[in-house]
């Protein structure tokens, strides 16, 4: 298994791409959606308003590093809502993916 990073390295990373956030957003869902079509129909049509939230998520999830019970709580919300949304274990690999790539 992977290890993961110390907090300090992902927050000093995360600053390097916040300032290019909403570029950022839209090169993602660009690259999921090129990569794997069938995945556009679970997304509503405003993808800048999408990719918005995307980063104000990861935004949130590191400033929450240092506390871990309410990451936790914050992702486990989000991995119900996006069950209700139709999401299944196989979109995050893909999702993971597009979004090492972007970053990349």
Do not use: C, K, W
Not at 1 to 10: E, L, S
Not at 29 to 50: C, K, M, N, T, W
Not at 64 to 88: F, M, N
């Amino acid at each position: 298994p992977m290890q993961p990073f110390p907090a300090d390295v992902i927050r000093t990373s995360f600053a390097l791409v916040e300032p290019r956030a909403e570029e950022i957003g839209r090169a993602f869902y660009a690259r999921l959606f090129a990569h794997e079509p069938s995945v556009r129909s679970l997304f509503g049509s405003d993808i800048e308003a999408q990719a918005g939230r995307l980063m104000q998520m990861i935004a949130a999830a590191v400033r929450l590093l240092d506390r871990p019970a309410e990451l936790e709580s914050a992702l486990h919300a989000l991995g119900e809502r996006h069950q209700g949304y139709g999401v299944t274990a196989a979109h995050y690999r893909l999702v993971g993916q597009a979004l090492i790539d972007t970053l990349a």
